[in-house]
């Protein structure tokens, strides 16, 4: 059994950050699980463009407000607690925060932990473990 409390994790190297939002991921490929997950925030007023070219994801609205807009067909959907949007296609998009978003993330395949978007918004397939 693995045990980590989001604490322990806000202070490690699981701590990832960027301009537009910060990524504490407590599971990653290293403890074999299949899928990685995360607790990311989303900063206020930021527009953050990604495309999981080697990932699919699932997003669950912990806290905050904001939207997502796929980048195909311009449509914009509201994110607000509660809500749930899922990656199933690799899908080009906008993520959006008016108030600042709290996000349970599930990544498959796993991430190894250091990942962040390259300049198409896509994290590479394979990157360093953490450790």
């Known amino acids: 059994m ?12 699981r701590k990832i950050e960027s301009d537009n939002w910060n990524s504490v991921r407590l599971s990653l490929k290293e403890d074999g699980m299949g899928f990685s997950f995360h607790i990311t925030t989303i900063y206020a007023g930021t527009e953050t463009p990604i495309w999981y070219q080697n990932h699919l994801e699932t997003v669950y609205c912990i806290s ?6 796929t980048v195909d067909d311009g449509k914009i959907y509201p994110i607000r607690p ?8 690799h899908d080009n998009h906008l993520l959006r925060a008016h108030k600042e978003m ?3 993330c599930v990544f498959n395949p796993p991430l190894h932990g250091k990942e962040t978007h390259d ?3 896509v994290y590479p397939l394979e990157a360093e473990s953490i450790s």
């Open 2 to 13: 693995i045990v980590r409390t989001l604490q322990e994790a806000e202070n490690s190297p």
């Open 64 to 69: 905050g407000e904001g939207e997502v807009e």
């Open 102 to 104: 709290k996000l349970a």
């Open 119 to 121: 300049e198409n918004g």
């Open 82 to 89: 509660g809500t749930v949007y899922i990656l199933d296609k």
